[in-house]
């Protein structure tokens, strides 16, 4: 038996200041089936998914739900036709408690149609989380007080209130997940997939964005490739390999994922870290050689963020040194890392790394305005201009121009003017945390490149990853960190992924599981 459509768009077109970002659309959801999309950053995938959540007005589509024409004009609209949605970015209140994140838009319980029912909203939150397997996150924490994949949990938790899992007819039809385990462990990923497996059960339909091949394989029946805003196939998953997946999203061929060392390591040591202590690490000690690559690995929560934060100064040493070229920095805060060659691309985009409401020139030059003005304190609108071209240029950023509106970019253009601020000036130490999370595979590689290049400049380059492979591809050595200290380092070469996440456990006990890595 044909299972029946769920939703289909026609012809959805959208374009911005003249320029199409999505041309003639078209999709079909069925009954039982997780649907996968994919397509490098800026193919269509994001317009199209806010076409469909109600965020924005097609220039043109046909959609129907369950052979019903409907016109889903705002967010309320589609959540009550039936579609849910897990955004890529955290959309969040991080001065609100986990709780109250979840039920964001809906009705908290009340005594008296006024007073709050704290305590009942706590337990319906408990409740949420509990159906999704999610047991270790307090509902009455604040949102800022949570890791970047805690609070992507809640985002996720947030999708499914009032819908009662435990039984066989859904709330909804249709679930979008947009790049859902960006941030997750292993085992918080392997949790999700089991409820998107009783989801596919009950005859909903799901929606799934993804970067990563391994998941699209796993969890997917169909998959729908986009470029350059058209639809360029759709096809069963089991009918098509990953590289060619590739060819069809890029374009291209690409033969090396990671792409081989252009020169050897110095031997000068650019990077001496004696004895770094803060409220998380703990008497790390560890040397960056001029022109070398060092990878940091852990499990989540080890520490391995807190020992990039420690060497930028955003998080005050209580002991040790910091020296850079045989200068010991005292003193050490970001403004000064900065201005002493330091370049940093932190773990979660939005929260840490950008101003959301201002252009993309002035997010790529924030850091170094000293560098695009005139005397150190006139801007030079000319040379930000030209330097935000320049940049953009060196990092493939697709936008409409430097004047645009980071808010404006899908999320992978997002952490490409993340990057490119890094390399507004040649950096002598690239501190990287998490640089390809929610990147599309052909902007991986194009970054890969340029840290290759970077490194063979001279600058030495510290890169935190939860991707083993990335880790191993791309990395000379490779500090394992536990419980916020290096406990010793390996080389890369030779290395497996099964091999070095035993190190990050610290026993041979967990070998081929990545439950905990991410």
């Known amino acids: 038996m044909t299972p029946s459509v769920l939703l289909r768009i026609r012809r959805a ?23 996968a999309l994919m397509g490098e950053n800026g193919a269509g995938k994001s317009t199209l998914i806010k076409i469909l959540a109600g965020v924005t007005s097609p220039d043109s589509a046909q959609i129907e739900i369950k052979g019903q024409s409907v016109t889903l004009s705002n967010p309320q609209s589609a959540f009550a036709h039936g579609l849910r949605f897990i955004h890529q970015e955290l959309h969040v209140v991080r001065q609100l408690s986990a709780a109250e994140n979840i039920f964001l838009g809906q009705s908290y319980p009340t005594r008296f149609g006024f007073q709050v029912r704290w305590k009942q909203l706590y337990q319906q939150a408990e409740q949420v ?6 047991d270790h996150i307090d509902p009455r924490r604040t949102m800022g007080h949570l890791s970047p994949g805690d609070q992507m949990l809640i985002n996720i938790a947030h999708a499914f209130v009032g819908d009662d899992l435990s039984r066989d007819s859904a709330g909804a039809l249709v679930y979008v997940m947009d790049e859902p385990t960006a941030a997750l462990t292993g085992a918080e990923t392997a949790q999700l997939f089991r409820v998107i497996d009783a989801l596919r059960r ?23 490739v986009m470029r350059d805003g058209r639809i360029i196939d759709t096809c069963l998953i089991r009918e098509i390999t990953p590289q060619a997946l590739i060819i069809r999203m890029t374009g291209r061929e690409l033969e090396h994922i990671y792409p081989p060392r252009l020169v050897l390591p110095f031997e000068d040591v650019l990077l001496d870290v004696c004895g770094a202590q803060t409220r998380v690490v703990k008497g790390a000690t560890f040397q960056v050689h001029a022109g070398e690559i060092v990878g940091v690995a852990g499990l989540n929560g080890s520490g391995r963020t807190e020992l990039l934060r420690a060497v930028m100064g955003l998080d005050r040493l209580t002991a ?5 070229a045989g200068k010991r920095l005292t003193r050490l805060t970001p403004p000064r890392a900065w201005r002493e060659g330091f370049a940093f691309v ?6 840490q790394g950008l101003v959301l409401s201002r252009s993309v020139a002035d997010n790529l030059t924030l850091p170094q305005l000293g560098h695009v003005s005139i005397g150190g304190w006139l801007l030079a609108h000319r040379r930000e201009h030209r330097t935000s071209l320049d940049t953009g240029a060196m990092v493939r950023l697709k936008a409409h121009g430097p004047a645009q509106t980071v808010r404006e970019l899908s999320g992978g253009n997002q952490q490409k003017v993340v990057f490119g601020r890094a390399l507004v000036r040649p950096p002598r130490l690239l501190l990287l945390d998490e640089p390809t999370r929610g990147v599309d595979v052909g902007a991986k590689v194009d970054l890969y490149h340029l840290i290759r290049e970077i490194s ?29 200290q290096v406990m010793e380092t390996v080389l890369s070469n030779g290395l497996t992924s099964e091999r070095l ?12 599981s990545r439950n905990a890595i991410r």
């Open 202 to 224: 009950r005859g909903c339909a799901v929606l799934y964005v993804s970067h990563r091949m391994d998941e699209i394989f796993t969890i997917a029946d169909r998959v729908t």
């Open 129 to 134: 989380l509990s159906q999704l397997g999610i």
């Open 320 to 324: 040790g040194e910091v020296w850079l």
């Open 456 to 484: 063979a400049r001279g600058a030495g380059i510290l890169l935190v990853s939860s991707d083993l492979p990335e880790l191993i591809g791309m990395t000379d050595r490779i500090l394992i960190v536990r419980g916020g």
């Open 501 to 512: 996440l035993a190190l990050c456990y610290g026993n041979m006990e967990h070998v081929g």
């Open 13 to 35: 077109s959208k374009s911005y200041s003249g320029i199409p970002a999505l041309i003639d659309a078209d999709l079909d959801l069925l009954a039982g089936e997780v649907h």
């Open 346 to 351: 932190p773990e979660e985009r939005r929260s």
